[in-house]
Structures are given as C-alpha cells and as structure tokens.
C-alpha cells in the first residue's frame, strides 16, 4: 500500500516556524515530482511550493515565496517544507502530494495523478 505520512503540523504564534515532513512508504518517490498544498479553513486546496525529481528545481505559491523553503531527501523518501515568518493567513490544512509519472515537470495543479498524503493542520495565532 503506497502512503504519504505528514508530520510537523501544530500551533505556533505569528512570526515562529514549522518544519513539515512528508515521507512515502509502499514506493519510492525518487523519480517523481512532489509538492505542497493547503486548504484554508472554508477556502480550495491551494499550491504552496513544487520540487522536481532531482531536487534541483522548485518553485513556490507568490504568498510564500521568500518565507518558505521545499527540500527533499532521497535516502529518506521524503520532502520537507520549512515555514518561516509565518503569519495567520497561513493557517490551513497542508497536504503532501507525489506526481504519480516518471520525472515529470513541477506540480502546480491538485488535480493531477497524485499520491496524497491525509494532511497536517497548521495554525498560526495572531
């Protein structure tokens, strides 16, 4: 059974920090792209930040540019998500996703042949 484990999740007050995890199991995600999304209370799942298979290209959502940083780690199957300056707009659901295709480019869309991850809740107190 493939599965995207998120972690990193909590309460942190405005101007603090997060470090999300995502590690898959069942499959190793090496050869594909991987992202991030979030889902703000009442709001559509969002693009947050893309990595390509390698590592060495991304690319992030205008909001979070400058406060966030994607990495991944291929000996330990997983992506990271590093939040800085977080603010309470933040506040959302963050969702793992895995492009199920072979070195494909960047995921932007959530509507793609996605593994996905069951989401950690971040909240950011003002």
């Known amino acids: 059974q493939v599965q995207l484990v998120e972690s990193g999740g909590g309460l942190v007050q405005a101007g603090g920090s997060l470090r999300l995890s995502c590690t898959g199991s069942?499959?190793?995600?090496?050869?594909?792209?991987m992202g991030w999304f979030r889902q703000p209370p009442g709001k559509e799942r969002e693009f947050v930040a893309a990595?390509?298979?390698?590592?060495?290209?991304?690319d992030y959502a205008n909001f979070v540019k400058g406060r966030f940083t994607i990495s991944r780690d291929h000996a330990m199957n997983s992506i990271y998500l590093q939040m800085n300056s977080l603010q309470p707009e933040d506040t959302a659901v963050y969702y793992c996703?895995?492009?199920?295709?072979?070195?494909?480019?960047?995921?932007?869309?959530?509507?793609?042949?996605?593994?996905w991850g069951q989401g950690t809740q971040v909240t950011v107190s003002s």
């Open positions: 996703a895995a492009d199920a295709g072979y070195r494909r480019s960047l995921l932007y869309s959530d509507r793609g042949n996605y593994y």
């Open positions: 069942g499959r190793v995600f090496n050869d594909n792209a």
């Open positions: 990595i390509n298979w390698s590592g060495l290209d991304s």
